[in-house]
């Protein structure tokens, strides 16, 4: 144990070293860089926590829906399970309901209903999408940034190199060593943006589904209640 701390110290001292050494446009792209990184893992623990929980409320509302008598004691009970993207579409189907009961006491459009719940559906995908284009964007162009800072810090060695009018490895090595730290460190930023863009897609994929077969046990549950 006594020997981690000089060795993470020495590690720590020279990748500050070379970052120090890369140059105001080094520095920059590598700024850059943490940036992207950081605002993409703010989205992927905040889209994480959102479709954990939105998954585990899911299934607790569809399980009230299926065994409630009518549409008025699903309206009652679902204000315990408010966050749940099927409750929002919900909302939206039980007031074209309202609104056509009111006036006949039956239902009198089902295709006004539909689209009634079709657009809840797209309402709460679109929360569900939003700060994806954040993470397609860290997948797309970190890697892009990353190589710009190594051609960059390349560009800075060689020119380094012709004024110092030494051809051997070791004056050269440095420069070209911080240069790719460039590369690596956009890689670690798109890498994560990538795997969790594509999970994520999958789960806005699936709640999807879900809410599309939520409308059509809405209509069903609709029609007997209040149907001719």
Same mark, same amino acid.
């Given at each position: %144990?006594?020997?981690?701390?000089?060795?993470?110290?020495?590690? !720590?001292?020279?990748?500050?070293? &070379?970052?120090?050494?890369?140059?105001?446009?080094? &520095?920059?792209?590598?700024?850059?860089?943490?940036?992207?990184?950081?605002?993409?893992?703010?989205?992927?623990?905040?889209?994480? *926590?959102?479709? @954990?929980?939105?998954?585990?409320? /899911?299934? @607790?509302?569809?399980?009230?829906?299926?065994?409630?008598?009518?549409? +008025?004691?699903?309206?009652?009970? #679902?204000?315990?399970?408010?966050?749940?993207?099927?409750?929002?579409?919900?909302?939206?189907?039980?007031?074209?309901?309202?609104?056509?009961?009111?006036?006949?006491?039956?239902?009198? /459009?089902?295709?006004?209903? +539909?689209?009634?719940? !079709?657009?809840?559906? #797209?309402? +709460?995908?679109?929360?569900?999408? @939003?700060? &994806?284009?954040?993470?397609?964007? $860290?997948? $797309?162009?970190?890697?892009?940034?990353?190589?710009?800072?190594?051609?960059?810090?390349?560009?800075?060695?060689?020119?380094?190199?012709?004024?110092?009018?030494?051809?051997?490895?070791?004056?050269?090595?440095?420069?070209?060593?911080?240069?790719?730290?460039?590369?690596?460190?956009?890689?670690?930023?798109?890498?994560?943006?990538?795997?969790?863009? *594509?999970?994520?897609?999958? @789960?806005?994929?699936? &709640?999807?589904?879900? %809410?599309?077969?939520?409308?059509?046990?809405?209509?069903? %549950?609709?029609?007997?209640?209040?149907?001719?």
């Amino acid at each position: %144990m006594s020997f981690q701390a000089p060795i993470a110290l020495l590690l !720590q001292t020279d990748i500050l070293d &070379m970052v120090q050494h890369g140059g105001p446009m080094g &520095m920059a792209v590598l700024g850059l860089l943490v940036c992207f990184s950081v605002y993409s893992w703010t989205v992927i623990f905040a889209k994480w *926590n959102t479709f @954990r929980g939105a998954r585990r409320i /899911n299934a @607790r509302f569809l399980r009230a829906f299926r065994k409630a008598p009518g549409l +008025e004691a699903v309206m009652v009970a #679902s204000e315990q399970y408010r966050p749940s993207p099927l409750v929002a579409v919900f909302d939206f189907g039980y007031e074209e309901v309202e609104r056509q009961v009111k006036g006949k006491g039956k239902l009198t /459009n089902r295709m006004a209903l +539909e689209r009634s719940l !079709q657009l809840g559906v #797209s309402e +709460e995908l679109a929360k569900l999408e @939003r700060n &994806m284009d954040k993470l397609a964007t $860290t997948a $797309t162009v970190t890697p892009f940034v990353g190589l710009l800072g190594t051609v960059l810090g390349i560009i800075r060695a060689f020119l380094d190199l012709s004024q110092l009018g030494s051809t051997s490895l070791r004056t050269v090595g440095p420069g070209i060593a911080v240069a790719l730290v460039a590369t690596a460190v956009g890689l670690a930023a798109a890498i994560p943006a990538a795997i969790f863009y *594509n999970l994520f897609g999958n @789960r806005i994929r699936e &709640m999807g589904a879900r %809410m599309d077969d939520f409308t059509l046990e809405f209509l069903n %549950m609709a029609e007997r209640s209040f149907g001719e």
